[in-house]
């Protein structure tokens, strides 16, 4: 069974936007696309609340389809995805990882 990982963030003050958006396309999207245990991974940045004038409360959202929970703790301890997590975690403000499953 496929898990939903949603991550909302923004970016720490100082990061330029056109910077963090270069590197998912560039590193972020193709690595994490790139496991075995992922089914899909997106990012998704927001535009606003509905019916509001109000910006939402993050800036970003990630979805990350898990087809294989184990395989994926495997992975993300590798050397490459942990350059990546690391290179991420240098640009986003504190990350909400948020696990889902199916009702």
């Given at each position: ?75 993300v301890g590798t050397e490459t ?23």
């Amino acid at each position: 069974m496929t898990v939903k990982i949603v991550v909302l963030f923004n970016l720490k003050d100082g990061v330029d936007v056109a910077e963090y958006e270069a590197w998912a396309r560039a590193t972020d999207l193709p690595t994490v696309n790139g496991l075995k245990s992922i089914d899909n991974f997106e990012v998704f940045r927001t535009t606003g609340i509905m019916g509001t004038e109000d910006a939402a409360p993050y800036r970003y959202i990630e979805i990350i389809d898990v087809g294989d929970m184990e395989t994926f703790g495997a992975e993300v301890g590798t050397e490459t995805m942990q350059k990546v997590a690391g290179e991420f975690q240098a640009l986003a403000d504190n990350p909400l990882f948020i696990t889902t499953e199916h009702i």
